[in-house]
């Protein structure tokens, strides 16, 4: 294999922060050619740390194998640079504030019907309608409304997700979403407009516990490393001190956890925890029964009697663990000019291995849409 998925295509994102870099940058990893325009000062995202040689964290980690073209859109030459790009792209992502794209004559419908081949991907706080539609919003407020924090953590403080959960699950719904409307222009010659906002994937991470509140007996509690619905499901202490996490997810695996893990295989057939909606109405029961026999074993003789009965469990890991894991998978990319490592994405692809991602660049390292450049995007 010597070609990408999307090699030849010309992707153009008005960018900045996290929810429309991750998104670009999945479709540069399938081959694209993204211009990231952004504003003279630069994205601030490339202000948000200095952890990486001097850069940026969050920059580095969704910005590689991209073009950077600083343009001051307010400017009539600028915007006028930007049409002219536009007019040759593929696809264009925007994550301005809300209006903001609109009113410099940027907004989808205004785009699509004088390029009927574009696809525009517009990625919003809130989403194009509602009462909140016109307010900006970043991850953590959106974690608020969206009621994640509320079933995220212990009891107690309340507590943010430790990642851009929000920002990352929209940059990776307006992704799909661009290949999806990529593979209909293929079949019709239209492009589409995409619409994604951050509370709509927040929303639809909470899907179970928004079925379990409107339809069941309540909204889950916050349980710490507790599961809300299954037993056998969480954290426990071996006697010495080592904790350990386990997942017992069905029937098959509670009856050998009871027979080779508890040693005590009548527990299988009682109808208390027959199944599984059973057992979870008996969580604390069986806890307390896990507990009392794990308590009284060292880490070493649980995680034998686990792998006997194929129980799946894992360790409480630091970032400092994973960073040393043995299933870790990296990728390697430059930052003035020297080598680091990060976690590699998560889909294997052959495609992935014909070239590296290329650095995070500059502000404006790739200059003003020159003739040359808009050249080589027609070329795309």
């Known amino acids: 294999m010597s070609l990408k998925p999307l090699e030849g295509m010309l992707v153009v994102s008005l960018e900045h922060a996290v929810a429309a870099p991750f998104c670009s ?35 580095v980690w969704i910005n590689q194998g991209k073009e950077s073209v ?9 915007l006028a640079q930007m049409m002219d790009v536009l007019a040759k792209a593929d696809v264009f992502i925007q994550n301005l504030a809300p209006g903001a794209a609109k009113r410099l004559g940027l907004g989808s419908d205004t785009l699509r019907a004088a390029m009927p081949r574009l696809i525009t991907c517009d990625i919003s706080g ?6 909140m539609n016109d307010l900006k919003a970043y991850d953590l407020l959106v974690q608020a409304e969206s009621g994640l924090v509320s079933v995220n953590g212990a009891p107690g403080p309340w507590g943010r997700i430790g990642v851009s959960i929000c920002d990352i699950t929209a940059g990776m719904n307006a992704a799909q979403g661009i290949l999806e409307a990529l593979l209909l222009r293929e079949r019709t010659g239209q492009g589409s407009a995409l619409h994604v906002s951050l509370f709509d994937a927040a929303a639809e991470l909470m899907a179970v516990p928004y079925l379990q509140a409107r339809y069941g007996r309540s909204a889950p509690e916050r349980g710490g490393l507790k599961h809300p619905s299954i037993a056998a499901y969480g954290a426990f202490t071996c006697s010495d001190g080592r904790e350990l996490v386990l997942a017992v997810q069905n029937d098959r695996e509670w009856r050998a956890f009871c027979e080779h893990v508890m040693e005590q ?10 199944n599984s909606a059973s057992r979870g109405m008996h969580r604390q029961l069986i806890e307390d029964m896990i507990q009392a026999v794990i308590g009284a074993l060292t880490w070493g003789e649980v995680t034998d009697r686990l792998t006997e009965a194929q129980t ?4 409480l890991n630091s970032v400092l663990d994973l960073i040393h894991h043995p299933q870790l998978r990296t990728q390697q990319f430059m930052v003035r000019g020297r080598a680091v490592e990060m976690p590699a994405p998560a889909c ?17 390292e790739h200059g003003q849409l020159t003739d040359q450049t808009q050249e080589k995007a027609h070329m795309s």
């Open 312 to 315: 799946p469990f894992g360790t």
């Open 25 to 59: 940058n999945r479709l540069a990893h399938a081959g694209a050619r993204v211009l990231k325009i952004e504003r003279p000062e630069g994205d601030f995202a490339r202000d948000y740390d200095r952890e990486v040689y001097g850069e940026s964290s969050y920059f």
């Open 126 to 131: 809130y989403g194009e309608s509602g009462p």
């Open 70 to 78: 600083a343009l001051d859109l307010r400017q009539p030459s600028d």
């Open 348 to 364: 294997q692809a052959p495609w992935h291995a014909l070239s590296s991602p290329g650095h995070a660049p500059a502000v404006n």
């Open 265 to 274: 295989p009548e527990l299988s057939s009682d109808e208390r925890f027959a």
